[in-house]
């Protein structure tokens, strides 16, 4: 089936420093590719996605590219904030089955 | 616009206890999403609602879950009777488009479960 894996955390950084975490997936067919946001406290919200190979998606400076060849979605950011703290969680939709399937999350945690 | 609307946001129950959770949709949404995240974990399908229909049960625990979507609107899921196992946090979200796989959710804020 289809199945989700991220890097694990937690990822701790300076403010202002580059940011990558790694996302994997399996699956049949062409998945849409999703990065949700959990900030403490709230509900997961959605960051960016990506339907076709190639794709960029992006927002809030965060970016991630939908690459076939390596079955990645890597989520980067150039700079970090403080508030850039929560839980990432990598997710795909429509490979093997219309599931929407979750990886386990990344905690993020920006230091000043 | 309002989000997704859950309650209680926290429950203590005794093992073999029931237990139901609430959950309101954004406005106009058709499609509605019940999921179970346990503590490390990312959030796993339940059961997902198409207007008042099922489109998906297939990794709900039927023996003691259950759900319903009266009038294609709000949602409830129940537990009877809850195990250890079910300790976790239950999160409702909703999306616009019926079917698309690129559609996004809105999640809810959660219902943490903590079964004893």
């Known amino acids: 089936g289809d199945s989700v894996t991220q890097m694990e955390g937690p990822v701790t950084l300076s403010e202002e420093a580059f940011l990558t975490i790694n996302c994997t997936y399996t699956?049949?067919?062409?998945?849409?590719l999703f990065w949700y946001v959990q900030y403490p406290g709230e509900g997961l919200q959605l960051l960016l996605k990506?339907?076709?190979?190639?794709d960029k998606g992006s927002n809030k400076g965060f970016e991630a590219t939908y690459r076939k060849e390596t079955t990645s979605f890597h989520l980067e950011k150039g700079s970090v904030q403080v508030s850039d703290s929560a839980v990432y969680f990598c997710?795909?939709?429509?490979?093997?089955?219309?599931?929407?399937?979750f990886g386990r999350g990344t905690s993020l945690i920006v230091h000043p | 616009e309002a989000g997704v609307a859950q309650s209680p946001r926290y429950k203590i129950i005794e093992k073999r206890q029931s237990v139901a959770f609430w959950c309101n949709p954004i406005?106009?949404?058709?499609?509605l999403y019940w999921y179970q995240q346990i503590l490390g974990q990312g959030p796993k399908l339940l059961i997902q609602?198409?207007?008042?229909?099922?489109?998906?049960d297939s990794q709900l625990p039927k023996d003691r879950f259950s759900a319903e979507r009266l009038k294609g609107v709000d949602s409830t899921l129940k537990i009877q009777p809850a195990k250890l196992e079910d300790s976790a946090v239950y999160l409702c979200?909703?999306?616009?488009?019926?079917?698309?796989?690129?559609?996004?959710?809105?999640f809810g804020p959660g219902t943490r479960l903590t079964v004893l």
């Open positions: 997710a795909l939709r429509g490979g093997g089955s219309y599931i929407p399937t």
């Open positions: 406005s106009g949404h058709a499609t």
């Open positions: 699956a049949t067919g062409y998945p849409s």
């Open positions: 979200a909703s999306s616009l488009v019926a079917s698309g796989i690129g559609d996004t959710q809105y």
């Open positions: 990506a339907t076709k190979a190639d």
């Open positions: 609602f198409q207007n008042n229909g099922v489109v998906d």
